[in-house]
């Protein structure tokens, strides 16, 4: 009775190993994958930086928005962690729809540029 039911473990944990081998070959494919090993495992928009071990939490955003435009190359693709992948399609929902907060045109905007003045100061250490 005990090595039938060890052959039965056997025979349950060897196929758990190949579906779990198989699953991976798909997820691969998949776009996700396919950006994962085109980028580097950081959000594009705060540069968090991810490991194995939080990399669930990093997405692939659209960048047109059209889940269906996959091109091989990645360039509809960045990866974004889920708040700023969050964030992204709230202000993507914002401007296609407009904003449904009546105080967003009494906020002032920001009028600082960084970069304004670069070319300058890269003029200058030359």
């Given at each position: 009775?005990?090595?039938?039911?060890?052959?039965l473990?056997?025979?349950?944990?060897?196929?758990?190993?190949?579906?779990?081998?198989?699953?991976?070959?798909?997820?691969?494919?998949?776009?996700?994958?396919?950006?994962?090993?085109?980028?580097?495992?950081?959000?594009?928009?705060?540069?968090?930086?991810?490991?194995?071990?939080?990399?669930?939490?990093?997405?692939?955003?659209?960048?047109?928005?059209?889940?269906?435009?996959?091109?091989?190359?990645?360039?509809?693709?960045?990866?974004?962690?889920?708040?700023?992948?969050?964030?992204?399609?709230?202000?993507?929902e914002?401007?296609?729809?407009?904003?449904?907060?009546?105080?967003?045109?009494?906020?002032?905007?920001?009028?600082?540029?960084?970069?304004?003045?670069l070319?300058?100061?890269?003029?200058?250490?030359?």
């Amino acid at each position: 009775m005990t090595i039938k039911k060890t052959a039965l473990n056997k025979d349950k944990l060897n196929k758990i190993v190949s579906d779990a081998r198989r699953n991976q070959e798909v997820r691969e494919q998949s776009y996700r994958g396919q950006a994962l090993k085109l980028y580097p495992w950081l959000c594009g928009r705060c540069a968090r930086e991810f490991t194995h071990t939080n990399l669930t939490e990093l997405t692939v955003h659209h960048k047109n928005h059209n889940h269906d435009d996959n091109p091989a190359d990645g360039s509809n693709w960045e990866l974004l962690c889920l708040y700023c992948h969050d964030n992204e399609h709230s202000r993507y929902e914002e401007t296609r729809f407009g904003s449904s907060k009546s105080t967003a045109s009494n906020t002032p905007s920001s009028s600082h540029n960084p970069f304004a003045d670069l070319k300058s100061l890269l003029n200058s250490k030359k």
